[in-house]
């Protein structure tokens, strides 16, 4: 019979705990401590009229990650903008978890990162591409610090709405890094034996080839043809070169113009959407490399039991249908014909 010093270990092991589910192969990090951890997300969009002013302005009030709530979060790790540690003025600011999913309070340098906007009301498709920019350059550093620290892999990506996994409504990303392989990178370095050393370029070509571009510049966006997620757009570099942490502030500049082009027109087309950013940062195992990537996915399509069952995703909206979309989003934001669209698709959320 277990006595109850047992089961007090038991739950002290609970927290930050890898988990094999050995029927499916599958991992969960639980963490029951994060189960404390606030939630002012709401049903509403941040910019929905029917939200009153004062409404919106309490909610700011009570913001952890607003100016002037700096002392509601934990330690601060770096910012971008004037003031002194703990105190307003920052445009970007970089703090650890309160409620990390996985590594202890004060590790050096913490797991589990916020990288907190400006502005509570503003999702990244409402700022200016030079707001944009300074907060991926603070991701990059952030990402580099995580590297040169040996992490194993690192992690980036930003939930928009609670469709999408946020809980704190005031825009913000978050950085988490792991000391093991999870089973995603797993599976792209499997990838590479049958796509070839870089399948990032070679989808890209692909693209090019079936008309499944959005955006066709130095970082291109385009809608990739076995993407799970329908609207979900890809963004890498037209030619492989330096790896994220490495990138230069032109090129900083010229992601930031892309992903935020990519959202406005997700924006528009899909009226407002919950979404995910996912930043994908160069791995290496052996002589192979996992290029950077960024991925935008609006979530407008919910499982059901036959993707719980076969890890098969279903939707109905093929990658030429949700890149003519964009495209004729992106012209018209242009101000330029596309000849490719003859008029705008209007989708609907979709279940399966």
């Avoid at 510049?217 to 570099?237: D, S």
Wanted: with cysteine; net charge negative; charged share 25%.
């Amino acid at each position: 019979m277990r006595d109850e010093a047992d089961e007090h270990a038991d739950d002290e092991h609970a927290d930050d705990e890898l988990r094999l589910d050995v029927v499916s192969g599958n991992s969960v990090l639980v963490n029951a401590a994060r189960s404390e951890r606030p939630h002012t997300v709401t049903n509403d969009a941040i910019t929905n009229d029917a939200i009153t002013n004062d409404a919106r302005a309490g909610r700011v009030a009570d913001c952890p990650f607003c100016w002037g709530n700096e002392e509601a979060t934990a330690e601060e790790l770096a910012r971008l903008g004037p003031g002194a540690p703990g105190a307003p003025g920052w445009r970007v600011r970089v703090v650890r978890n309160r409620y990390p999913v996985l590594g202890g309070t004060d590790e050096t340098p913490a797991r589990c990162e916020v990288v907190v906007f400006r502005s509570h009301e503003h999702r990244l498709e409402d700022l200016d591409v030079a707001a944009v920019a300074e907060i991926l350059t603070v991701v990059r550093d952030r990402v580099a610090v995580q590297q040169q620290a040996g992490r194993v892999s690192v992690q980036v990506f930003v939930n928009v709405e609670r469709d999408a996994g946020a809980s704190i409504e005031h825009p913000h990303a978050q950085l988490i890094s792991l000391d093991f392989v999870p089973p995603a990178l797993a599976l792209e370095f499997a990838m590479m034996a049958s796509a070839g050393p870089d399948p990032v370029r070679a989808d890209l070509a692909r693209a090019r080839a079936d008309g499944l571009i959005v955006i066709d510049a130095e970082i291109a966006a385009w809608c990739p043809w076995g993407m799970p997620y329908p609207y979900g757009v890809r963004i890498a570099p037209t030619v492989a070169g330096a790896p994220f942490r490495e990138l230069d502030a032109t090129t900083v500049d010229a992601v930031a113009q892309t992903l935020r082009d990519v959202l406005r027109s997700m924006n528009d087309l899909l009226n407002r959407p919950a979404y995910n950013v996912v930043v994908y940062a160069d791995q290496t195992r052996g002589e192979s490399v996992r290029r950077w990537r960024i991925e935008a996915i609006p979530r407008v399509n919910v499982g059901g039991g036959f993707e719980i069952g076969t890890a098969v995703t279903t939707h109905s909206t093929p990658a030429e249908v949700a890149a003519r979309a964009y495209r004729h989003q992106v012209a018209g934001a242009s101000g330029t014909a596309d000849s490719h669209n003859s008029g705008r698709v209007l989708p609907i959320r979709t279940y399966s």
